[in-house]
Structures are given as C-alpha cells and as structure tokens.
C-alpha cells in the first residue's frame, strides 16, 4: 500500500519585525504506517493565532519556541481516516494542537473529540474552542458582574467579539474598539455591542472620555501600547484589567515602553491580571456547558474570516497583524 503524502508549513528563519512568506515553507512528508494504539486524522480545518508569533521567536517563554525546519504547531479539527485503538473510529471528529499540516499521526490522548452535529466544525476552533474559552475565562479572571461597564479593545477579532458577547450576556454595557467601519458595524449590528468605534478615527482616550464619561470598571485587553494608556486613564476606582494580549508589540523589534500613565494602577487602586487560556482547562467541562448552551440556543455569533488551502495558511497568519480578519481567522484544508 502507498504511503501517504501530507504538506506541512515549517519555520525556517525567525522572524525579525513582522514575518513574511520568507520566513515559512511548504514541505511534503510521508507518514509512517499506523501503529497499534495510534490514529491517523485529516485535519478539516486549522487556526492561525497572534500568539503564535511569540513562539516564532527564540528564547524561553511561557511555552516552549517553534523549532526550525520542523512542522508548526495550533488548534485544528478534523476527523479520524484510520484508528488502532478502540478509543476513536473513522470518521469521529477530533481537535488537537497538530494544525499547520494537513495529515497527521498520534496517540489518543493528544485528541479531543468533539460533536459532529454543527453546521461547520471549525466552531471548535472559535466560539466552542480555545478562543471562545480564552473570552470566557478572562470575564471569570476578573468577575466580571451584570450592570458593569466592560472596555475590550481588539473587539472584531476572535477573542474580542466573544468576550463582547458573552459580557452582555452577564448584563454588562460593552464598550468595543475596532479598526473599520466594517468591523464596528459588526460589533454594533451582529454582536450586540452597546458602543463600538474605530479607533482610526480619534484618539482612543478621546471616545472613551465620550462614550463612558463616568469611567469603566473593566478593561479585556488584547491590545496594549497606546490603548493600554487610554484606557488606564477611563478606569474608575477599584477597576480591572484582563491582559489577555498586546498584540500591538508582537512584532516590535525592541522593547516598547510601557504606558505612561501607570501610577493610576496606584491612585485608583485598580487591579490587572494577565490571562493565560491553559490555566482554565480544568474547567472545561464548565465552559462547554455554559458557552456551549449559549450557543445552542442562538444566543451567541460565530463570526469566521475563511482562507482555503494549506498553502493559504501563512498569509492568513501575517494577515492577522494588519486586521485581515473579522472574528476567528481559519485555514480550510479539505
């Protein structure tokens, strides 16, 4: 029986500033045949990440970096082709951290699986995935409460309109920022924001001062830079802070400045927590109840940018940092 070829993205150079196709290859590898206890799975459908870029980057950090010439690595969904074990059969739909490659083999505890009865399976890559928890778990990080004033910025990306969504859910007004009309318009229209702006517009400061004249108690952060400094300045006393991401340095070729403006950490004794998904995966099942019933019952948006085929992949990634996508940015494979 022939091997099977897969392709599969690989880093070749670190990135200096924001990556380029230069940065990647495509490359072609044939799979080993199946061993006992192990599955082969087709990846359906593959995420791309603004933290991916810290990984692509050499130096410890809270995961260990993406190696050289060899397969990158992220959320994918696809469905099992052939099983060894009694674990998984063909066609089960699994998730697992083998994105960037169209094929794979592994053991069974490096899948999840996951229900086929949605209308598209890349939902466990967003709203149901790793994204939608991200939200999730920050508005718990700060206990985020009903009749709060919630400021995310990033707010049309993956984790933004989630988090946007899931706060008015808890009874917040949800304040969101956002780089187009397009995406304001999807905030506002779609996501049930009670404000959204672009933040091309005016300085963010400026429209904060406007649309929340008496504070915020709370700031999701994915930004940082700038927005960071505005929004420390609209905080109320005893406000917080969720870092979840500060994808305007992620590219940065030397250390930014933090804001100027700190010491209201101080005078208004606000509170500033950093997030990190994986800390949370002990409650999954709480999450997949929860976001998972919100969704079930028409209560939450799944909002996707689609790029199609593997070798789309790096430019959907670089995409990211210009504000390519609306909502959770995926690669479809098959």
């Known amino acids: 029986m022939p091997k099977l070829v897969s392709r599969e993205i690989r880093l070749v150079s670190r990135p200096s500033g924001l990556p380029s196709a230069a940065n990647f290859t495509v490359a072609e590898v044939e799979l080993p045949a199946l061993q006992d206890q192990q599955v082969l799975v087709r990846n359906l459908f593959m995420s791309v990440d603004p933290y991916m870029r810290g990984r692509m980057n050499e130096g410890k950090s809270y995961v260990p970096p993406f190696e050289l010439d060899k397969a990158l690595e992220g959320g994918a969904v696809g469905e099992v082709v052939e099983s060894q074990t009694e674990a998984f059969k063909a066609g089960d739909a699994v998730t697992s951290s083998y994105g960037w490659r169209e094929y794979f083999v592994a053991s069974p505890n490096e899948l999840h699986p996951v229900c086929r009865d949605v209308e598209s399976l890349s939902i466990y890559l967003g709203a149901l995935g790793m994204t939608g928890m991200t939200a999730w778990a920050g508005l718990n990080l700060a206990e985020v409460k009903a009749g709060e004033i919630i400021y995310i910025s990033g707010a049309a990306g993956a984790v933004g309109s989630m988090a946007g969504q899931l706060a008015k859910l808890r009874?917040?007004?949800?304040?969101?920022?956002?780089?187009?009309?397009?995406?304001?318009?999807?905030?506002?229209?779609?996501?049930?924001?009670?404000?959204?702006?672009?933040?091309?517009?005016?300085?963010?400061?400026?429209?904060?001062?406007?649309?929340?004249?008496?504070?915020?108690?709370?700031?999701?952060?994915?930004?940082?830079?700038?927005?960071?400094?505005?929004?420390?300045?609209?905080?109320?006393?005893?406000?917080?802070?969720i870092a979840c991401g500060g994808i305007?340095?992620?590219?940065?070729?030397?250390?930014?400045?933090?804001?100027?403006?700190?010491?209201?950490?101080?005078?208004?004794?606000?509170?500033?927590?950093?997030?990190?998904?994986?800390?949370?995966?002990?409650?999954?099942?709480?999450?997949?109840?929860?976001?998972?019933?919100?969704?079930?019952?028409?209560?939450l948006?799944?909002?996707?940018?689609?790029?199609?085929?593997?070798?789309?992949?790096?430019?959907?990634?670089?995409?990211?940092?210009?504000?390519?996508?609306?909502?959770?940015?995926?690669?479809?494979?098959?």
């Open 171 to 241: 009874g917040c007004r949800v304040i969101g920022s956002a780089g187009s009309a397009e995406k304001v318009k999807f905030l506002r229209e779609e996501c049930a924001f009670d404000v959204a702006f672009d933040y091309n517009i005016r300085p963010v400061a400026d429209q904060l001062k406007r649309e929340a004249p008496d504070g915020i108690d709370v700031y999701f952060d994915n930004v940082g830079g700038a927005t960071l400094e505005a929004a420390l300045a609209a905080m109320r006393v005893h406000g917080r802070i």
């Open 248 to 299: 305007s340095a992620y590219n940065a070729e030397t250390p930014q400045p933090g804001p100027s403006n700190l010491f209201n950490m101080i005078t208004k004794r606000l509170t500033m927590k950093g997030l990190l998904v994986r800390d949370w995966l002990d409650r999954q099942n709480e999450f997949d109840e929860e976001v998972g019933g919100y969704f079930r019952e028409g209560k």
């Open 301 to 334: 948006k799944n909002k996707e940018t689609v790029v199609q085929g593997i070798d789309q992949a790096v430019g959907a990634f670089i995409g990211l940092f210009s504000g390519k996508n609306v909502g959770k940015m995926v690669v479809k494979l098959v």
